[in-house]
């Protein structure tokens, strides 16, 4: 049983604020939160194990991508480590992993009472949509795993997060570890509360993973990407086979999900710019 | 006569330093970006007196609203402002009699040649279009081209004149000043240089019945080298873009416009991996 873990930092238990997830001019608290959140990572792997899992790939997913502490973690697992993946979140997931793990998972940028909601770039990327559907990172990051023929096996984050990838991927096991009131604050669970709901969460979702299914986006792909500005779509709109569908709209078609995925992670690095 | 004027700046007499071109100088760039006007002026006066009418001038250098209204004729048109999908080439889609390139460089890595460069010298190393490196001049002339015009005057250092014209030989060339280095040239006077680009024009328009629009040929391919690997990292993310070596990506089109658009995309996205990671 191989498992593959993308890890993000805003739904780790008791993180309601930026200043705790910032890497980049790393606030007292960062140095804090970035140990709770290496603490969950090290849960769902134990409680992965427990229920028989063997070799463990984490991918590093948040911010520069280099926020896990090596010390709090097994010694036998790989680690993905650093910024500017092509596949971003989902780097490497298709070496034939039996199942995927999302631990410490946001909502999508505009859901209503989500901790720190946004959908990678937040002043870039206004709102995203797959062949009509809105997408938080989670589903995107999903379908290219479906596309890898990977089943996305558990989620954990706050509740608006759990329940939005369950009500796409029903066979996702969902470990809430927080109740989000707004964007900046969450009623919690403790850290070691919510590390033992964790593995316990992971054990489940390693118990039932047979149960689970692909989640897949049937081609040809259409992905609209409204911007937060006129002048960042004025950029992407120079993407080769983008087109400018609004004054704050791009839409490519494509049938591959890797050439989607990429695309849009070149569309949050040129709208950055902008 | 419908005239089109793209004007840079880092050929205009007696500039041999960034400091002169860089508008956040503000010691020798309100000088010289005086000077680059002056250039354009005497670039409208001249092919006035051979017949040019109606003029669209494009401002074409850095965040392209340097030129000095005062300094021009106020029966011009002017397109001013960055980040315009053809960029140097920006209203181009129409048909002119003619295109003027002023104040023009050398291409990067060209030797002997002032402030030589494509585009951004921080991010492309290298830029090859159906195997030929382009300077900007060529790039830029391929999208008129498409449309119908011709180029009949270039202004710059002798090393952009001499490239531009083996290129596109009918183009009249007034070279402004001689490189030493990047950064040193043996110059005209502005004023000596107004005077040379005026007759320029009027010799250019004079000679417009052998200028020919220029094209590239169908399957058209674009290679450009990165000054870094981490450019071409990004660059490899667009769409139909191949990576084919460690700092060399790959684009292929029959449309010259969506090679093109393809083209600042990769330069820009390229940009943004300048940035901190």
């Known amino acids: 049983m191989k498992l593959y873990c993308s890890t993000d930092m805003e739904g780790v238990a008791g993180v309601s604020g930026w200043q705790q997830v910032d890497a980049r001019t790393p606030h007292p608290e960062y140095e804090l939160y970035r140990r709770y959140y290496t603490l969950e990572v090290a849960a769902a792997i134990e409680g992965a194990r427990r229920a028989g899992a063997g070799d463990v790939l984490v991918n590093d997913s948040h911010g520069p991508m280099r926020n896990l502490l090596f010390d709090e973690l097994p010694a036998d697992i790989r680690v993905i480590f650093g910024n500017r993946k092509p596949y971003s979140m989902v780097q490497d997931a298709d070496t034939g992993f039996d199942g995927a793990f999302f631990i410490g998972y946001h909502g999508g940028i505009g859901d209503p009472n989500a901790v720190l909601c946004h959908t990678y770039t937040p002043s ?101 990407i409204t911007l937060a500005k006129t002048e960042q779509a004025d950029y992407v709109a120079m993407i080769p086979d983008f087109e400018r569908s609004g004054p704050r709209e791009v839409r490519f078609v494509h049938n591959e999900i890797r050439t989607v995925f990429k695309a849009f992670v070149a569309t949050f690095r040129l709208g950055a710019l902008a | 006569m419908k005239i089109y004027v793209s004007a840079d700046m880092e050929g205009t007499a007696g500039v041999c330093a960034w400091a002169q071109v860089d508008p956040s100088n503000t010691h020798e760039y309100p000088v010289y970006r005086r000077y680059m006007t002056r250039e354009v002026r005497a670039a409208i006066d001249g092919a006035r007196s051979a017949g040019g009418s109606e003029f669209l001038v494009n401002d074409s250098h850095w965040d392209m609203r340097n030129l000095l209204w005062d300094e021009l004729p106020e029966d011009v048109r002017v397109i001013s402002g960055a980040r315009k999908p053809l960029s140097m080439a920006q209203g181009a889609e129409q048909r002119f009699d003619a295109a003027f390139f002023t104040g023009y460089h050398a291409r990067i890595g060209e030797a002997g040649a002032v402030l030589a460069h494509t585009y951004s010298d921080a991010t492309l190393y290298d830029v090859r279009v159906n195997g ?146």
């Open chain 1, 124 to 224: 870039v990327i206004y709102e995203l949509r797959l062949n009509g559907a809105v997408c938080s990172e989670a589903t995107i990051n999903a379908a290219l795993l479906g596309a890898y023929g990977v089943p996305l096996l558990m989620v954990t984050g706050d509740r608006t997060t759990v329940e939005g990838v369950q009500a796409q991927m029903p066979w996702v096991h969902g470990v809430i570890v927080k109740d989000s009131i707004g964007t900046l604050s969450a009623n919690s669970l403790s850290p070691a509360a919510a590390q033992r709901a964790v593995a316990n969460g992971a054990e489940q979702a390693i118990a039932k993973a047979s149960a689970a299914k692909l989640f897949q986006l049937v081609a040809p792909i259409e992905m609209r």
């Open chain 2, 132 to 277: 030929t490196p382009c300077t900007e001049a060529l790039l830029n002339a391929a999208i008129l081209g498409l449309y119908g015009t011709p180029v009949a005057l270039v202004t710059g250092d002798r090393a952009t004149i001499e490239s531009v014209t083996a290129a596109l030989p009918w183009v009249v060339g007034v070279a402004v000043k001689d490189a030493i280095g990047y950064f040193s040239a043996n110059t005209l006077t502005p004023v000596a240089a107004c005077a040379a680009i005026a007759d320029g024009a009027r010799e250019a328009l004079a000679a417009l019945p052998r200028a020919k629009p220029f094209t590239f040929t169908p399957p058209i391919e674009l290679v450009i080298e990165t000054a870094k690997t981490e450019q071409a990292d990004f660059m490899e993310l667009l769409p139909r873009v191949e990576r084919i070596g460690g700092r060399a990506v790959r684009f292929r089109d029959d449309d010259y416009p969506t090679v093109f658009r393809a083209f600042l995309a990769a330069m820009r996205i390229g940009g943004a991996a300048n940035l901190p990671a």
